[in-house]
């Protein structure tokens, strides 16, 4: 990686900076360049066109030119679909050939690094075609500045924040298209470059040096120049106004401001020596290597630009490099130097408002007094002192809470203290729990509460004396008063009815009609629950589970059965008013595993038997889930109504429905999972089930949600200190009243997204407080409360709130807010306030903390540049915009799934992982770096991986070694494997060792297990792989990242103006 400028000492505990080099920018789905004639592209977010084939290596190529490609240049062959920039043969990120492949020239790179002069570019003739305007921005950074502002003083050491990021400006134009909106008024209008140059080459100029920026890519070559924005109001383009015929001439020339770059379409580089000033090093792009060099069968960004019968201009040298996908911030990039500078280091929470490392590096948590990021994580780790200032900046305030997270081996889990009869210490006020930052005064025996400031006694048996500081003497020997999460057992006031919890109990209701029994499902259920219901949870020592578990069968009537351990075989009892619905027996219905093994075990051979000549097909669903209720509550009182009343009623009496669907079609997922939604619960889904593709991926969700840790009849409060308060609630959780989250069922992957409101003006001095208590009956059947704590800064500067935000959590936050807004508002609009939204964050940074620079720059704040993308993913998912071939189960599916996401789980949902398999060495044992989710990221030579955490995605292209199909595939060539396979074969050498050791892995690290799907290049299935590219245009008409960007950059310049 060569960076120019080293960034700015890391301390443990700041946000680093990376400084990035240059970036690469893709030309997928053929975006429009600076200015061009109407053509069949669709608006931002319109639908997409087909696009078409470009000529074969060896057919001449028209010169770079800065108009949209013509709408066709070949016609994909019959029966062929035509999606994706590259036509079904092309061979793509391939080795070099002789046909250039054309670049926009890139912009510079981030650190504070001059900027290369400036060439302008003379105007040309383009004989046809509509006038050039500057009314609108285009879907290509083409013409874009990428730059930065005047180097800021640099932060003071020990802050270890790096300079905003900025970008270029959405320049150029298409016409007749509102594409995007309208520039200002009076505007000069960017030049059209097309065959032959007229008029005399203007005299270079150079830009002053920039405080972050671009460089282009100079692969051995040379150097490309600067690109640029579009004239501002009062600029003028630095040559010789020449006429066009059929166009508008453009204005008079006028002199540029001092400092303001000069703008116009790229033109070929200039000679190596003219292009560098005095003492300015040539910049190299080294963050993924060399450039790549041309591709054969590779489009090229402008396919067969027409010349209408114009005269071939001079011959010109080498075209320039479109415009790098490596120019625009790139999320691999930031999370490898997040890795690189903060994965070494444990991360120690002593320090008030500290931003944890991101999700995506591994690190360990050492608590010192703040609850540890896998329990909690917020958008800012600094908030802002007023309401006022929060309004301004429009960041959400929200945390991100999982209070029963996992931890790795290498963490201890949370301390449980046990404080006898007495129970906790509480503020009498506020009821908030003891913590670290309660203030003990009057030599220990009283102490002030942090969170409402009311004095409370300490009670004798809890009295200890205070040091020369004032802290008590026993405060590390307390985890309640040294520790940012710790757990306390609860006495019989934290109970139901003040009695003692019985243990839990799982009730296993399974379908038995026809097309269950049909396709092998309940025979297969049953075969796995013989051996699975050992592995039930139990507490930390315990010999076995206190667990108890009952079995309920159905299709349209519901069959009980008594397992009692007397029994020498299994009793059935049939209830068939499902309408009056009742437990027809109390006694030997729930009962011991280890006790009832040998009548459970009849059982479960029994039910296929029972039911194999079944020709029942109707099954009831509310019904069964009452039964299960009323089987808990063990009192005969029916319920009837709504599955809202039914979830409700589930919550009240602590019991938590998972829910697997099995549809061959519509069974109104919305519907059906009302009740696990609300109950605390989980719905897997498993279209089509057939047992011998699908049974692995459903045996192990159901292994994983029999075995994981689950805080039964759960409350949770989260207090915060005068100043905030908690206002809004996400996640799978009921609430009675606008405080407690009540859950029937909580595990270990559930989160709860809180957001919070000013009611008061903050203290910057004291900061504010969190405290999360979750109140639950643990799998032994013991009533704990398990308490986190987390401390924020508060700021009067804007700059401070931006320094410390969290993008991944913020992402969370806002999906959960649009996937919540869908119940109630047209997607379309729900999509604008996200939009809206982010461009208000972006444009209040941009007035408030950016240097001044020209409005033609897009400037980000550094913790933020990813923003943009990662929004982009939320937009374009299936529930914000979905393609014709997603069904209103999959979205209501995704929908729910995505609201009790962690932040972990969302990032690499809307941003998946692509993981080339073949290019780093065998013998390494690490995971492959991952590569930009883009289709330009692919070779046909190689096979890449891709994971979002519901699906796992092999593709292998076209043109694989034969020896590497061999290893993975135990076939002789490309065409004998199968499409979609869903195993690799077992093979004894390294290769397939290898990959089945990665995806098993990948498995490993997320909750729900990953169906593996092969995809062979220009196969069918490839239209569903493509559609997790997510950099790149959707067919659905989701917009690419490049097009996003420029978007957003008018939004942002609308707002500003």
Not at 676 to 694: H, I, M, R
């Amino acid at each position: 990686m060569n960076v120019n400028q080293s960034a700015p000492p890391v301390p443990p505990f700041g946000q680093p900076q990376p400084v990035y080099p240059g970036y690469h920018q893709s030309s997928y789905g053929g975006q429009p360049g600076s200015t061009a004639p109407p053509t069949s592209y669709g608006a931002y977010n319109g639908p997409v066109p087909g696009y078409q084939q470009t000529p074969p290596p060896g057919v001449s190529r028209a010169p770079p030119s800065s108009e949209a490609p013509p709408a066709s240049t070949a016609q994909a062959p019959c029966g062929q679909a035509a999606y994706g920039q590259f036509g079904q043969g092309d061979v793509q990120n391939g080795p070099s050939s002789t046909v250039q492949m054309q670049r926009f020239p890139g912009s510079q790179p981030f650190g504070s690094v001059p900027l290369a002069p400036v060439v302008s570019q003379p105007a040309v003739l383009q004989p046809f075609g509509p006038p050039p305007t500057s009314a609108q921005v285009t879907g290509q950074l083409a013409g874009m500045q990428i730059s930065g502002a005047v180097a800021p003083a640099l932060p003071p050491v020990g802050l270890g924040y790096g300079p905003p990021t900025s970008l270029a400006s959405a320049s150029g134009s298409f016409p007749n298209s509102g594409l995007y909106g309208s520039y200002p008024q009076g505007q000069a209008p960017p030049l059209s470059q097309g065959q032959g140059h007229l008029g005399a080459q203007p005299p270079q100029r150079s830009a002053p040096p920039q405080a972050s920026s671009f460089t282009s890519p100079a692969s051995g070559g040379p150097r490309m120049p600067s690109m640029t924005g579009p004239l501002l109001p009062g600029q003028g383009f630095g040559g010789p106004s020449v006429s066009q015929p059929n166009h508008v001439s453009s204005p008079p020339p006028q002199a540029l401001p001092p400092g303001s770059q000069m703008t116009g379409p790229p033109g070929p580089p200039p000679p190596m020596h003219s292009s560098q000033q005095p003492g300015y090093q040539l910049q190299q792009n080294g963050s993924f290597g060399q450039a790549r060099g041309p591709q054969p069968n590779y489009g090229s960004p402008y396919p067969g630009a027409s010349t209408f019968g114009s005269q071939p201009g001079p011959p010109q040298p080498l075209p320039p490099k479109r415009l790098d996908p490596d120019a625009i911030p790139s999320p691999i990039q930031v999370i490898e130097d997040d890795r690189n500078n903060r994965g070494s280091e444990p991360f120690v929470t002593g320090v008030r408002g500290q931003v944890p490392p991101l999700v995506t590096t591994n690190f360990l948590v050492k608590d010192q007094g703040n609850a540890s990021p896998r329990y909690i994580r917020c958008t800012s780790y600094n908030i802002p002192c007023t309401s006022d200032m929060a309004k301004q900046a429009q960041v959400p305030l929200a945390a991100v809470i999982k209070p029963l997270a996992r931890l790795p081996p290498e963490e201890a889990s949370p301390y449980v203290v046990d404080h006898g009869e007495s129970g906790p210490l509480r503020c009498n006020r506020c009821k908030a729990y003891m913590c670290p930052f309660m203030q003990f005064i009057e030599g220990g025996r009283r102490f002030q509460c942090c969170f409402c400031s009311c004095i409370n006694d300490v009670p004798p048996q809890y009295f200890q004396h205070l040091d020369h500081t004032g802290k008590r003497v026993d405060a590390y020997d307390r985890p309640e008063l040294s520790l940012g999460s710790y757990e306390f057992l609860a006495t019989v006031d934290y109970c139901k009815n003040n009695k003692f919890p019985s243990p839990p109990a799982f009730i296993f209701m399974i379908d038995v009609s026809y097309n269950a029994i049909r396709s092998g499902l309940v025979r297969l259920l049953c075969e796995e629950l013989k051996s699975l219901l050992d592995f039930l949870p139990r507490e930390g020592g315990a010999e076995e589970s206190a667990i108890r578990v009952g079995f309920v069968t159905y299709n349209k009537v519901l069959h009980f059965y008594n397992v009692k351990s007397s029994l020498a075989q299994p009793q059935m009892m049939v209830v068939s008013d499902v309408a009056d619905m009742f437990v027809p027996l109390l006694d030997g219905f729930l009962v011991n595993v280890s006790e009832s093994r040998a009548v459970i075990t009849s059982l479960l051979d029994q039910i296929p038997e029972m039911f194999a000549d079944t020709r029942e097909t109707e099954t009831v669903f509310a019904p069964v889930i009452q039964a299960g209720m009323e089987a808990l509550k063990t009192l005969f009182q029916p319920q009837t109504g709504a599955y809202q009343t039914l979830a409700k009623e589930c919550v009240a009496q602590g019991c938590c429905v998972d829910l697997f669907l099995f549809p061959n079609q519509y069974v109104d997922v919305a519907t059906l999972s009302v009740v696990p939604q609300l109950t605390g619960g989980s719905v897997y889904k498993y279209a089509c089930f057939q047992v011998e593709n699908d049974q692995e991926r459903f045996l192990s969700d159901l292994r994983r949600d029999v075995q994981k840790v689950v805080g039964f009849d759960a409350v949770m409060r989260v207090r915060t200190s005068t100043g905030i308060r908690a206002v809004d609630f996400f996640g799978a959780f009921y609430m009675s009243n606008t405080t407690d989250v009540e859950l029937a069922g909580l595990d270990g992957d559930k989160t709860v997204t809180v957001e919070f409101k000013h009611d008061d003006r903050l203290n910057e001095e004291s900061g504010a407080l969190l405290q999360c208590a979750l109140l639950y009956t643990s799998c032994a059947g013991q009533r704990r409360l398990r308490i986190h704590n987390l401390a924020l800064n508060c700021c009067t500067q804007l700059a401070d709130l931006y320094r410390n935000c969290e993008t991944d959590t913020l992402i969370n936050y806002m999906a959960k807010f649009a996937y919540r807004g869908v119940l109630n508002s047209p997607v379309k609009t729900v999509r604008d306030t996200l939009i809206t939204q982010c461009a208000q964050i972006l444009a209040c940074y941009r007035k408030n903390c950016a240097s001044p620079s020209s409005a033609g720059q897009l400037i980000l704040p550094e913790c933020m540049k990813l923003l943009p993308v990662y929004l982009n993913c939320v937009l374009k998912s299936d529930v914000l915009q979905p393609g014709a071939e997603v069904t209103t189960d999959d979205r209501a599916y995704v929908r729910q799934l995505v609201t009790s996401m962690d932040v972990a789980e969302t990032n690499v949902f809307f941003y998946p992982r692509l993981l080339p398999l073949t290019k780093s060495p065998i013998e390494s044992a690490t995971e492959p770096p991952a590569v930009r989710a883009s289709e330009e990221r692919l070779s046909n030579g190689d096979i890449y991986l891709l994971e979002n955490g519901l699906n796992l995605f092999l593709w292998v292209g076209a043109s694989v070694q034969q020896g590497v199909v061999q290893s993975l595939f135990s076939v002789s060539s490309f065409s004998q494997i199968t499409s979609g396979l869903s195993v690799l074969p077992v093979l004894d050498n390294p290769l397939s060792k290898k990959v089945r050791g990665l995806i098993d892995s990948l498995r490993a690290q997320r909750s729900r297990y990953m169906k593996l799907i092969v995809v062979k290049q220009e196969d069918k299935l490839e239209m569903l792989f493509k559609h997790f590219l997510v950099e790149d245009k959707s067919l659905s008409g989701g917009a690419s990242y490049v097009d996003f960007l420029c978007h957003m950059h008018k939004e942002i310049r609308q707002l500003l103006s």
